[in-house]
């Protein structure tokens, strides 16, 4: 697995990329060589954050943790990670009706100990709504005033569907779909 390395007022140390890069090895089973990861260490304040981020084969999958200590994390994040990887094998293997030697291959983990739930919750409401032509400006205040955390709308601009959202750090994304 490939790993790149991110610093955001953190001073990342050799040792750190060493063990980072040892462990994210062991993910390898799951996906080969192909899949690569980024790793970004942000210092906030006394706060040591880390977030890291697989893509193999279009997949992505994504833990964002926060301790006091940089190497605390790791052991915070890899279970996270590797969750979210089992769940997606699972969910497949199920979808697919495989044999149980497929199923097996996957009884055994690096960072959990047991099996996580596969069962998604059902879509408990459906809302259709027409897209308009917004501003991302009018798009900010409506989310203001609906007190939502994210609003679907057609970029004027760029004529292109777009989701606002609001961030953790009280600022906004923008994501613009493209087809």
Avoid: W
């Amino acid at each position: 697995m490939k790993v790149k390395f991110v610093e955001r007022n953190y001073k990342i140390a050799d040792r750190f990329k060493e063990v980072m890069s040892a462990k994210l090895e062991k993910l390898d089973r799951y996906f080969g060589a192909s899949a690569s990861a980024t790793c970004n260490c942000i210092k906030q304040g006394r706060v040591e954050k880390l977030e890291i981020t697989i893509k193999n084969k279009g997949l992505l999958f994504r833990s964002e943790v926060t301790s006091d200590n940089m190497y605390d994390n790791i052991d915070l994040a890899l279970p996270k990670l590797e969750r979210q990887i089992v769940r997606h094998r699972e969910k497949k293997i199920d979808s697919k009706k495989t044999d149980k030697k497929v199923k097996d291959a996957v009884e055994s983990f690096e960072f959990i100990e047991e099996m996580p739930e596969v069962k998604l919750p059902d879509v408990a409401k459906v809302k259709k709504f027409e897209l308009v032509p917004t501003q991302v400006e009018d798009a900010k205040d409506a989310i203001e005033r609906l007190g939502h955390s994210f609003y679907i709308f057609l970029n004027a601009e760029t004529g292109k569907v777009n989701v606002l959202y609001r961030r953790n750090d009280g600022k906004y994304g923008l994501i613009e779909a493209e087809v």
